[in-house]
């Protein structure tokens, strides 16, 4: 027998008994669908942004560029004919504050001369973003409390951009430390440099955060301690230029030297008057050299005891990000937090104390 179609009050009886059962079922519920990919802002589009982050940008599985933040605007044009950017996802300096209501920007990436790092993070933190930060983090830990204090205001995760910590053949020494094969650390040699001969660089400009150590020097910094798998207690250092006319603000070379509670010594160098790339580490059963140690390819060297540090062919600022951004996803620490970038801080202003002081440092 054909049934008649349900009257107009059946109808809306049925669906309202259906729609009720659903919102009361609990594998019922709908949530927002986690996005497969996170949208990253670069703020600042120097070397650093155009050369390197945009073009890794590209080969990233969990994160893509969706905007900009730049303060020339003969740039934007530029950036939105290669890298598809729409109108609505470029913004200057003023304007950054509007990426809060851009649903297509889920990271922002600071990436400015040192000395705008604490204020364009805790400005980054205000939008509800996700926020990762180059290095070094700031200019004193006065900054670095304040960046983090304002992403944890915000309910947002911080970054500090050490794409060493990610790159494999620089996780491997790490992991060499109190090793069976190796034993404890006695000695490391660490330096990272180039020659700058750039008069109007920011580099070259305290205010903007310029200066061997702020820009080389963490590299050596962070060599020595992630080496030793130790935070350092005294700090030795000196100042040195061949170039006085050129470095009137900030150091062109620094030399440091740390300690260590278990008795291992760090010597480090940094400069902005000379090419060096080199972490060589004396264990007490064996040795790691990584040469370079922190170029953006090519890392890679050799270690006693038949362990393999043959360079990684991978993108490291790539590699990087994305590890961040699966982080973010899944909800789990940042593989460089805050935290971390403020202690290298506490330690470069140790250095610049003893280095005017002549003095050594506790730390």
Sequence with gaps: MQKHPPSRREALKTLGLTTGALAFSPGAILRPRRKERLGVALVGLGYYSTDILAPALQETEHCYLAGIVTGSPDKVPVWQ???????????????M????????????YIVLPNGMH??????????GKHVWCEKPMAMSVAECTAMIAACEANKVSLSIGYRMQHEPN?????????????????????AAGYREGR???????????????????????????????????AVLARHST???????????????????????VAQCATSFGMSMNYLHVTYEKGWANLDPFSGYQGVGGSASQGHSLAPWPGNQQARQMDEDALAIMEGKPMRVPGEEGMRDIRIVEAIYRSAQTGQRMRL
Aim: no cysteine; charged share 20%; hydrophobic share 40%.
């Design 118 to 127: 604490a204020e364009y993070v805790v400005r980054a933190a205000a939008t």
């Design 199 to 233: 008069a109007g660089h920011w580099k070259l400009t305290r205010k903007l955060g310029g200066g061997a150590m702020y820009d080389m020097g963490v590299y050596p910094l962070q060599a020595a301690r992630y080496a030793v798998g130790e935070e350092p207690i």
């Design 81 to 95: 004919e290669q890298y598809q950017i729409p109108d609505t996802h470029v913004y200057d300096y003023a304007s």
């Design 242 to 264: 061949t170039r006085p006319d050129l470095f009137k603000e900030v150091d062109e070379t620094t030399l440091f030297q740390l300690e260590f509670p278990g008795g291992a």
């Design 97 to 108: 504050h509007r990426i809060a209501n851009n649903p297509d920007i889920d990271v922002i």
């Design 170 to 190: 620089t996780q491997k020494l790490m992991g060499f430390a109190g090793h069976s094969d190796f034993g404890r650390v006695q000695l490391v040699s660490a």
